[in-house]
């Protein structure tokens, strides 16, 4: 970066590969940039007559980044974050512990982890404002890069390993059946696993983990893949179809716990399928410091005793 600064590099050149990165024309990177597309191109010329090469090629369809191109454009992102972050860290500062956190999480975790330590803040922390993100790892993977999100808790996604940190595991985490009160085979009695195959089940795509965690226990079982009409990370849309269908949806047992109480139009079927969902952990940015506020909350977080994990994984 030294050498780049000496020959001119500076931050506009910085933002407009970084928006090219994300938008792929120049006409909209320099919409996001609030500048004109003729010095959007007096920009990217300057780019790389700095950097001695092409960082572009023209597509069909806008412009594509050189393998040198997207290397800059992850640096400058990278770049652009920790000023942002810096930019929050001395608002907060000068604000006496004033801030906003932004925090991903999938299912489990955010309700037994992430919702008590909100609710310790409320009195701890009141000039702390919150904003979370339930969603499967790869969603917020995708999230964390873009700096959308402070931190996370959720497991690795495949291909990010070099840029997102995990942490140690916290847990891992049993998966229950859940179905509609009144279903069929929540009678109470022994259910044998394979009547089980007579009804949809709605889970994730096949590239979550919770749904790669299903189909592995149900093989070393011997059992078929069950019948699966729908398939939807959405964990609003599962509760409504379950209640609306003879469907059985696995979720993690800390979740089913929560929605299949006494009263509840949920039940969990008597019947453990020995599923179980790898351990997640705490997700940041490899390098990335977190704010005086995140890592405080950050903290809270960390220290609740959940057993929970992700049911939309």
């Known amino acids: 970066m030294d050498a780049l600064l000496r020959r001119g590099l500076k931050l506009s050149h910085l933002r407009l590969m970084a928006a090219l990165a994300e938008a792929g024309q120049l006409g909209l990177a320099a919409d996001r940039l609030g500048i004109a597309q003729p010095a959007a191109s007096r920009l990217l010329a300057e780019v790389e007559r700095i950097a001695g090469r092409s960082v572009h090629q023209r597509t069909g369809r806008g412009i594509a980044l050189t393998p040198i191109g997207e290397a800059l454009a992850r640096r400058a992102m990278r770049v652009l974050m ?8 001395m608002e907060e500062l000068a604000g006496g512990g004033a801030g906003h956190v932004r925090i991903g999480s999938v299912t489990g975790p955010a309700l037994d982890r992430v ?6 803040a409320r009195l701890a922390l009141p000039q702390v404002s919150a904003e979370v993100v339930v969603a499967p790892s790869d ?3 995708q999230q964390l890069l873009a700096g959308r999100m402070d931190f996370a808790l959720g497991r690795m996604p495949p291909g990010m390993e070099g840029e997102l940190t995990l942490s140690a595991p916290i847990g891992a985490e049993p998966v229950a059946l859940m179905v509609r009160r009144g279903h069929r085979l929540a009678h109470g009695g022994r259910i044998d696993p394979i009547e089980l195959m007579d009804f949809d089940w709605v889970m994730p795509g096949p590239e979550a983990l919770l749904t790669r965690a299903v189909m592995e226990r149900l093989t070393d079982l011997g059992l078929p893949q069950p019948p699966q009409r729908l398939a939807t990370s959405s964990f609003l849309l599962t509760l ?10 696995p ?3 800390a979740v089913c ?3 299949a109480g006494t009263g509840s139009p949920y039940v969990i079927l008597p019947v453990d399928m020995g599923i179980v969902v790898e351990p997640f952990g705490l997700l940041t940015r490899t390098g990335a410091i977190l704010t005086p506020v995140a890592a405080r909350l950050c903290s809270m977080v960390m220290a609740q005793g959940g057993e929970g994990a992700e049911g939309a994984d």
Do not use: V, W
């Open 139 to 141: 969603l917020l993977g």
């Open 251 to 253: 979720l993690a047992r």
């Open 115 to 120: 919702l008590p330590a909100l609710r310790t």
């Open 240 to 249: 409504a179809l379950i209640q609306q269908s003879n469907a059985i949806a």
């Open 82 to 89: 920790e000023l942002r972050d810096a930019g929050r860290e």
């Open 257 to 259: 716990d929560r929605f």
